[in-house]
Each structure stands twice: as C-alpha cells, then as structure tokens.
C-alpha cells in the first residue's frame, strides 16, 4: 500500500478523492478530540513546558498548536496527508509558535522503528492503523521514555453491543483496558466522553461535511458519486459512534 492509499484508508475516501479532500473537510479544524480539552488533560498530568511530545497523525495541527501554545512544549507533528501539514504550518505560524512546532510527512507506520524518544506521544482520533490496543501500545512504547505518556483517543463497545462487522476493531470496556495495560503500562486517566457530547460534535461535523460537500460536487460534477459514497461512509460512521461507541482518551504511563 502506497502512502495515498494509506492516507485514504484512514480517511475512509476513494484514493481518487483524495484532491477534494481538502476541500471537503476544509470546515473542520480540529479532526479528532477538543485541542483544548488535550492540552488540559496533558497539564493535569503534570507535562511540564519544553517536554517533547510526537503527534502521529497530526492532520491539520489544531492540538500540536494548543499544545505548543498552551503548555510551552516542543511538537513534532507526522501526517501522510501534505495539504494538513500545509494547514497546520500556517497555523503555528498564525499563533506564533512555529518554532515550538515542526510538522513532517510520513507514515506512522514506519516511525516504530526510530530511536528517538519523547516524553509524550499521541495516537488521536487514527483507528487501529498499528493494529489493536495491545499491538498499538506496543509500538507506541518504543517512541516514549521511561515513565513518559502514550495517549490514545478512540473507544470501546457500549454495554450491551455485540462486536459486530460493522464494530470491527472495538472491544468492551473491560477488555480495552486489558489490551492498554498488557504491556505493564498503568492507566493515569481515563476521560470517557458522554454520549450526548459525542453526539452533538458528530452532528455539527456531519452537518458541515453534508453543506461542503454540495459545493463541491456542483463545482466537480464528474466526482458527484465518489462525493456521495464519501458523505454515505461518513453518515455510517457518525450513527456507529452515536449509538454503539464509547469515545475515551487514555493516558498511560509508560513504565
């Protein structure tokens, strides 16, 4: 797999989409969890400024720049996509902390091999691109220091819903926690996000992707039904974090 098939994987699009995809999502900013509410979670955990943390996956750079603005740390950003570290460039810039941040192309996939170690690394809002909780952490230990932390933003079965194909990748909640801590890792927090904030972020997202996406398929008529698969997958997705997910950033230790 090429890094544009990687990349539109991850984006659940059709590689042929993939030069409207900036457009498509051009309303949305932060492509994960809150940068604010990242950056508060990191604080309380007692990240200090000038700590070095590795976003993998970064997108668009919205909690790289919180981070480097809010806490005073050192971000190294990595995306597949290069028009999301376009944007997250500007952004830095446009917030003055360009020389706290540095974004790069690549795939995450090939970083678990470096020895470079931080003091935190972040797996937000990506899906099981290294594989399961347990094959994930795993990887991600190799990047973070001794007693440095991994945070991971995904979720985990609601109670009560059978791991199904269209779950694929999820488990409940017990068994979550399981795979996070199999490699001797402790939990130092655990922010489970309501349903109903979950469902309200969903909605406002959908709701800009459906608006964006009647621009662009009336300005790019030959893409109107790769645009309309995308738009479907994405109403799928939204309606199984609605109703069938739990979403939770963990913050682990590395021990």
């Not at 498509?24 to 940068?35: F, R």
Request: charged share 20%; with cysteine.
């Amino acid at each position: 797999m090429n890094l544009d098939e990687s990349v539109a994987q991850a984006m659940e699009a059709d590689v042929r989409l993939l030069p409207l995809l900036p457009e498509l999502l051009t309303d949305l900013w932060e492509l994960g969890p809150s940068a604010d509410q990242v950056a508060a979670i990191l604080e309380s955990a007692g990240v200090e400024p000038e700590s070095t943390v590795l976003d993998l996956a970064c997108g668009k750079g919205a909690v790289a720049v919180a981070l480097a603005e809010q806490l005073g740390v050192q971000v190294k950003g990595i995306d597949a996509f290069q028009p999301f570290l376009q944007a997250a460039r500007a952004l830095a810039a446009e917030r003055g902390v360009s020389h706290r941040c540095r974004f790069e192309q690549g795939d995450i996939r090939n970083l678990l091999v470096q020895e470079e170690q931080y003091d935190v690394a972040l797996l937000l809002s990506v899906g099981p691109v290294l594989g399961n909780y347990e094959q994930t952490i795993a990887g991600l230990r190799r990047l973070v220091r001794a007693g440095g932390y991994i945070v991971i933003e995904d979720g985990f079965l609601a109670d009560g819903v059978a791991l199904l194909s269209s779950v694929e990748g999820y488990a409940g909640h017990s068994e979550t926690l399981r795979q996070l801590t199999a490699c001797g890792d402790v939990v130092a927090q655990e922010v489970i996000c309501p349903m109903e904030q979950t469902h309200s972020v969903n909605q406002r997202n959908m709701d800009l992707i459906r608006q964006r996406a009647s621009l662009v398929r009336a300005s790019n008529p030959a893409f109107q039904q790769l645009i309309d698969e995308y738009v479907a997958r994405q109403e799928r997705e939204t309606q199984i974090l609605n109703t069938d997910v739990h979403c939770a950033i963990w913050v682990l230790r590395r021990a």
